[in-house]
């Protein structure tokens, strides 16, 4: 399975990024797709999530300001940032959990793409 993240890059605070992500590989179901992200100095945190049912889940920091969407037909998530501040400066990693066989039994199983860096200019 093979993640591939784009669109970060440098943005003026209160302006608007857009990051994608697309899965590609041997595949029966996407549980989840979801963007993390690391800010210097500190922990891996969950940003946005998005199941099969298309239910998203989002952190505090971004409720309101940020949208997980999906392209199912794609295999691809999207991470809509708006209203971008200093503090969501961070390196962006995309993240899926998927199942290779079928729904019988455990079977998932966690990738992760590259990390893009968001940076915003205050």
């Known amino acids: 399975v093979q993640l591939q993240a784009s669109g970060g890059g440098l943005v003026q605070a209160g302006g608007s990024l857009r990051l994608s992500c697309e899965v590609s590989g041997s595949i029966f179901h996407i549980n989840f797709m979801g963007w993390y992200r690391q800010a210097p100095g500190k922990q891996r945190e969950l940003v946005a999530l998005i199941k099969s049912d298309g239910a998203p889940t989002y952190a505090d920091s971004v409720k309101g300001r940020f949208t997980i969407f999906r392209a199912h037909a794609e295999n691809t998530a999207y991470l809509q940032m708006n209203s971008m501040k200093p503090e969501d400066i961070a390196v962006y990693y995309c993240?899926?959990?998927?199942?290779?066989?079928?729904?019988?039994?455990?079977?998932?199983?966690?990738?992760w793409g590259q990390g893009t860096l968001v940076t915003v200019s205050s």
């Open positions: 993240g899926v959990q998927v199942r290779h066989g079928s729904f019988l039994g455990p079977d998932e199983h966690d990738y």
